[in-house]
Nanobody, 125 residues
Framework: QVQLVQSGGGLVQAGDSLRLSCTAS????????LAWFRQVPGKEREFVSV????????FYSKSVGGRFTVSRDSAKSTVYLQMNSLEFEDTAVYFC??????????????????WGQGTQVTVSS
């Protein structure tokens, strides 16, 4: 069982930066991958990024690659999403998620069992 508590988010202008945090409570996160998704009303949850807790390998969607960076702090059991050069299209509710799956699939919301509460990011143009 993993509990995820998010912080960060808010209202920024296009071009600004923002950092989201997601703190996990679990016996050990070594076997987990932590991901970020986002969702806008009326659309499906969209994959943003994922990081393997043990491997520290990360992957990104094409829409955020080069602008967003995912990282983790093992001592704090926290995963971060640093978002730079924000665009109006990045406006969404952002969710962190955790999965202990070792399968190749990592970009579908159904790959993840545990979810944070979500946090709103609004980018004004």
């Amino acid at each position: 069982q993993v509990q995820l508590v998010q912080s960060g988010g808010g209202l920024v202008q296009a071009g600004d930066s923002l950092r989201l945090s997601c703190t996990a409570s679990a016996r050990s996160l070594d076997d987990y991958r932590l991901a970020w998704f986002r969702q806008v009303p009326g659309k499906e949850r969209e994959f943003v990024s994922v990081i393997g807790w043990r491997s520290n390998r990360s992957f990104y969607s094409k829409s955020v690659g080069g602008r967003f960076t995912v990282s983790r702090d093992s001592a704090k059991s926290t995963v971060y999403l640093q978002m730079n050069s924000l665009e109006f299209e990045d406006t969404a509710v952002y969710f962190c998620a955790a999965s202990s799956s070792t399968g190749f699939s990592y970009s579908q919301a159904t790959d993840y069992l545990f979810w944070g509460q979500g946090t709103q990011v609004t980018v004004s143009s």
